[in-house]
């Protein structure tokens, strides 16, 4: 159902530039707090880097730990700006219009957050330069590009060069309207970025056929990003639970769980901070949530499928270290959390429309989720790596250290601040898409009833 | 004799399609006059010119690009260092497939923005005659002339049709 | 001025012309009768079919049923069978649920798909007495029923197919009550009787609207989750588990989702010859065409990566069942036809598809359809045929030792290949014989929600949207 309403483009710039055209109270004091805890962190980065990974709770036989599964996370998390907005330009969804640029800028930010992730964790972030670039042509030294750990970094920079560039081609109409309401520097800025703007047929018609051509070019890049990110894990045959050829698909629909989830959250905050209850409406986020519970259930198909067939082989190695994933403490709990978060709690309270439309209520369920994805990730990655397995001459539990911990909620921190910095100059919601939908909307009547209408282009 | 445009201010978009259909009857020529507007339009609702474009050859030239040199960088830069990892093949191609999908599709990726940008007729750092209604919802009516005597001709269509305000430049 | 109008004609495809409902009524109801001379033979030319390999089957098993490395073929055909039959009514399942107004005229031709798994059970009785129990020689075998009883894999499967079949009639049917009443009202002799005892009183009161379009809500999400569910067990219990060290937790999605492939595949070519045979453009536009073309476009790409996340792992695996798994499913005996397969499933159509002409118009489509189908039939066979071609007496190695020879088709084979399909081609034709290829009540919904519109100077559709 569409909670329609007519708005005039006046007001809507009005309201969608209220970060931009003045500074909304809380900003200001919220962004120097977030840029504390983002300085916090970049210092604790630095002693890591400083003192060596010693001050991780990373030791034999547990090397992958809470910087991995945060990584995968970010990752996941960035799913949602491609998937959101390219499916739903290409199949023509009038509720994507306030959605899109949210989820391509979380795209664009948790990426950049993720690949922060690896790099620290190598420990000598400087001699990355020998694992992925330069080419050493003097020496005839090369990345060995059959190692998935080469093909991440290629993938991902793909993602983050190809988002951010989809990102500013559907930003080009908003800026040539903010170059059209501001003076001074700012109006340069504006003027130099929006390229020359004018709104003609020709630059419109890009707009759209760019659009939708750029959204089927993304689509199958999101898609390989985090196969490849599973590959990482499922290519090793050496570690049970990893080598499994469920991993791709299974870790692209988690992470679209998790990112559709995190776009739920920034979404209600959105129109929380900003007062945007004209254009993020109850309707947005029940659109939004339907998928959900479909993509929701899908993951969990996968999931019953990745441990059907983990047991499967009935190895013992296997059978013993899904027991310890999901009966041994404490992996038993997190494993309920896990279960409870990701899926049971907030799928079945979805089914219900009175719980979709409820801003608060799905706000906190796709915090809920979120938990439960990064609990997945964890116990994906740590269990097979912890479990004690023959001739491993030491041997230590993993507990993550005070240094990780701050490490991550610096990302989420600085996922934030970054966020919050864009929306000072630019807006969060494309007023274009918005205005567009005031134009391609209209009620008809069928009967008594009056019914909302899209126009569709004869194509 | 310079080139000289003028630009007709609507408020609603039936007006300014009448204007437009009276610059074509007035006999400017296609392509002379174009319509501003502040969000996408259905195509053709102003009865204007249909901008034709080749924006789908670019992504076929830019993943033509890409994938050469993908092949060229993962074969060469395996067989110019061959050490065996993980009894895999030196020239493994289902690894190399996965780097060379990925270049494949940057390159595709980056020859469209490139496509879309230079399709659009950006970047114009001298766009011309302009109003900053237009993004607030007013729409303009622009027309462009080699020729000074039909100035008066297109004031008087704007004009008749009912333009709010006309901007000479 | 003119020679403008003429441009924009050209430059778009003229907006569908709208008919009256009660129109629509009778001419659709009237494609029920009067079968031209070509449908009559083309019918009886797969019925004999259907027949023959019938017969060849019990014949097969007759003969053949002590040694089941003889059954591949057959597996491969269930396995077939089930991913057009079971596919192709998720076309009618869910586009409905995503609210698209094309698939209003197009989800009758794809729930009639459903009768058709008819086929895929009687090809899976043989099957189920030869497939070897789950203990032998006082040891388990590797299967996905750990704990459960011998005859769990047998029970199951078939149980399940028989569900998927009573789901997918009982989604038809619900959806196809009013058109029932059409044919009461606009047809005469039995169809008229049937309509009348099968169209359970229906008037079209508001309540009765309501509870229409939650069974479909409810049997469509039914039958997806069947649909899933009976994939997982025909690729675990009829192919992965007769192989000692095959594990791929991938096999029961691939198979679904390159169900849904030919499930749409099925449903373009039917829709193609009944719109060109039954004189039915008026109600099929172009579009439904557009938009099936685009699904099947994303299906081909989602095949190839389905297949490559297994192959994948296995090809990195490196380990004695890896290679195993590969030497068994991709490199030995079967490599030629994996590879035609591939070529027919994804290379040839992607380039096809790729291009939007070609999507937006019909001939190419249901060419496209055609390879696909062949394509995947391959791809049924080199999965199920080297399976049931290793010897039941390794079933308890760790991995495979020695890859079987491929066994080739026998003349009973290809009689039984060619009758199944046959058999799904003369379901589907003379189930439109009972009720009209296109759901009435569909159609005419697609009518009263779209509309071709003047938008200031330019053609445009104004399609709403109920709730």
Redesign the interface.
């Known amino acids: 159902?569409?909670q329609r309403r007519e708005l005039d483009q006046v007001y809507t710039n009005r309201k969608l530039l209220n970060g931009q055209l003045d500074t909304p109270k809380w900003w200001a004091p919220t962004v120097s707090i977030l840029g504390v805890i983002v300085l916090l962190g970049l210092i604790v980065i630095a002693i890591m880097i400083n003192k060596g990974l010693g001050v991780t709770g990373l030791s034999r036989p547990v090397y992958w730990g809470l910087f991995i599964t945060t990584f995968v996370f970010w990752v996941g998390i960035s799913h949602a700006g491609i998937m959101i907005s390219a499916i739903l330009r290409?199949?023509q969804a009038?509720w994507r219009r306030p959605v899109t640029r949210a989820a391509e800028l979380l795209t664009v930010f948790s990426l950049l957050t993720a690949l922060v992730f690896p790099l620290i964790h190598a420990g000598r972030p400087w001699r990355i330069a020998y694992w992925i670039m330069p080419y050493d042509v003097a020496r005839g030294i090369y990345p060995n590009i059959r190692s998935p750990l080469i093909m991440d970094p290629v993938a991902i920079s793909t993602y983050l060069i190809g988002s951010s560039l989809f990102l500013y081609i559907a930003l080009l109409p908003d800026l040539g309207n903010l170059r059209d309401r501001t003076a001074g520097w700012k109006n340069a800025m504006y003027t130099v970025l929006a390229l020359g703007w004018r709104g003609n047929p020709r630059q419109w018609k890009m707009q759209t056929v760019g659009g939708i051509l750029l959204s089927a070019l993304m689509l199958?890049i999101f898609?390989s990003v985090h196969?490849i990110v599973s590959?990482d894990f499922?290519?090793?045959?050496a570690v049970e639970g990893w080598?499994?050829?469920?991993?791709?698909?299974y870790f692209v629909i988690g992470a679209v769980h998790s990112g559709v989830s995190a776009v739920v959250t920034m979404m209600a905050l959105m129109r929380w901070l900003w007062k945007w209850d004209d254009f993020i409406r109850p309707e947005h986020f029940d659109a939004l949530a339907r998928p959900l519970i479909v993509v929701a259930t899908g993951w969990l198909?996968?999931t019953f499928?990745?441990l059907?067939?983990?047991?499967?082989?009935?190895d013992a190695p296997e059978i013993a270290l899904r027991e310890m994933q999901m009966f041994e403490w404490p992996w038993n709990l997190l494993f309920i959390i896990f279960f409870l978060t990701a899926y049971a709690i907030p799928v079945p309270m979805w089914l219900f429309k009175r719980v979709r439309t409820n801003i608060a209520l799905m706000f906190w369920t796709s915090i809920l989720v979120n938990i439960g994805m990064w609990l997945e990730r964890f116990l994906i990655i740590v269990p097979g790596l912890a479990r004690r397995t023959p001739f491993v001459y030491t041997w230590e539990a993993y507990r993550p250290s005070a240094v990780e911990w701050t490490i991550f909620i610096w990302s989420f921190a600085w996922v934030t601040f970054l966020m919050l910095l864009f929306s000072k100059f630019f807006p969060l919601v494309p007023l274009f898409e918005q205005k567009e939908s005031q134009v391609f909307t209209?009620d008809?009547m069928?009967g008594r009833?009056k019914?909302?209408?899209?126009?569709?282009?004869?194509? | 004799m310079s080139t000289q445009s003028i630009l007709g201010l609507f408020q609603q978009?039936?007006p300014a399609?009448d204007a437009?259909?009276g610059l074509?009857?007035a006999g400017f020529e296609l392509g002379t006059f174009d319509v501003l507007t502040g969000t996408p339009?259905?195509?053709?609702?102003?009865?204007e010119y249909?901008p034709q474009h080749r924006l789908f050859r670019f992504p076929a030239f830019g993943a033509i690009i890409g994938f050469t040199l993908s092949v060229f960088l993962t074969a060469a830069t395996q067989l110019a260092y061959p050490i065996v990892t993980?009894?895999?093949p030196i020239l493994s191609i289902?690894a190399m497939l996965?780097i060379m999908y990925e270049m494949t599709m940057l390159a595709g990726v980056i020859a469209t923005v490139v496509g879309i940008i230079f399709e659009s007729r950006l970047p114009n750092m001298k766009p011309g005659i302009y109003d900053t209604r237009i993004t607030e919802g007013w729409i303009g009516v622009v027309i462009t002339f080699d020729d000074d005597s039909k100035v008066a001709d297109a004031e008087s269509v704007l004009n008749k049709a009912g333009a709010l305000e006309i901007k000479h430049a | 001025?003119a020679s403008?109008a003429i441009?924009?004609e050209s430059?778009?495809?003229?907006?569908p012309p709208q008919v009256a409902a009660e129109i629509i009524a009778r001419e659709l109801v009237a494609t029920t009768t009067g079968a031209s001379g070509r449908f009559k033979v083309w019918a009886w030319f797969l019925g004999i079919a259907s027949i023959a390999g019938i017969v060849a089957l019990v014949l097969k098993f007759i003969d053949q049923s002590d040694d089941s490395t003889k059954w591949g073929y057959v597996a491969a055909m269930v396995s077939f069978l089930l991913s057009i039959a079971g596919g192709a009514p998720m076309v009618a399942m869910a586009p409905v649920m995503?609210k698209?107004n094309w698939v209003r005229p197009v989800t009758r031709i794809a729930s009639l798909f459903s009768f058709a798994g008819v086929a895929t059970i009687i090809m899976l009785i043989p099957l189920v007495a030869i497939l070897p129990p789950l203990v032998t020689e006082g040891a388990r075998r590797?299967?996905?029923w750990?704990m459960a009883p011998d005859y769990s894999p047998h029970v199951w499967t078939t149980l399940s197919l028989v569900l998927l079949l009573v789901t997918g009639i009982a989604l038809f049917y619900s959806a196809a009550l009013p058109d029932f009443a059409s044919m009461r009202d606009h047809a005469t002799g039995w169809r008229q009787r049937l309509g009348k005892r099968l169209a359970r009183g229906w008037v079209g009161t508001d309540s009765q609207w309501r509870t229409l379009r939650m069974r479909i809500g409810m049997f469509g999400t039914f039958y997806f989750l069947i649909l899933?569910f009976v994939n997982?067990l025909v690729t675990?219990d009829f192919g992965?588990s007769l192989v000692p060290g095959w594990?791929?937790?991938?096999?029961?999605?691939y198979h679904t989702v390159s169900g849904f492939q030919a499930g749409v595949a099925g449903v373009v070519i039917a829709l193609y010859f009944s719109r060109k045979y039954m004189k039915l453009e008026k109600y099929v536009h172009l579009d439904a065409f557009?938009s099936l073309g685009?699904l099947l476009f994303a299906l081909t790409?989602l095949w190839i990566?389905?297949f490559y996340?297994?192959?994948?792992?296995?090809?990195?695996?490196?380990?004695e069942n890896?290679i195993a798994t590969l030497n068994l499913q991709v490199r030995g005996p079967m490599m030629g036809v994996f590879i035609a397969g591939m070529v027919l499933i994804w290379v040839v159509p992607w380039w096809i598809l790729i291009w939007n002409k070609v999507r937006r118009g019909t001939g190419a489509m249901v060419v496209g359809s055609f390879i696909i189908l062949v394509g995947l039939l391959l791809d049924r066979i080199r999965t199920f045929v080297p399976a049931w071609s290793v010897p039941p007496d390794q079933i308890h190695e760790r991995w495979l030792k020695v890859i079987p020879e491929a066994y080739w088709p026998t003349l009973f084979d290809v009689l039984i290949m060619a009758g199944g399909i046959s058999m799904v081609a003369f379901i589907v034709m003379m189930m439109t014989r009972v009720l009209p290829v296109l759901s009435v009540w569909q159609v005419q919904e697609f009518n009263?929600?779209?509309?071709?519109?003047r938008?200031?100077?330019?053609?445009?559709?104004?399609?709403?949207?109920?709730?």
């Open positions: 159902m569409q290409l199949t009038e199958p898609v196969s590959w499922a290519i090793a045959a080598h499994s050829t469920i991993f791709a698909p198909g996968f499928l990745e059907t067939f983990a047991l499967y082989g009935q209209d008809v069928i009833a019914v909302p209408a899209i126009v569709r282009e004869a194509d | 978009p039936e399609a437009m259909d074509k009857e339009y259905p195509e053709g609702a102003f009865g249909v993980g009894g895999k289902f996965i | 001025m403008e441009a924009h430059e778009h495809h003229a907006p995503a698209a590797r299967t996905i750990y899933v997982f675990s992965q594990r791929d937790a991938i096999l029961p999605m557009w685009r790409l990566y389905f996340s297994s192959f994948i792992v296995f090809w990195y695996g490196r380990s890896d009263l929600l779209s509309k071709p519109i938008y200031i100077r330019g053609h445009a559709t104004l399609v709403a949207k109920p709730d």
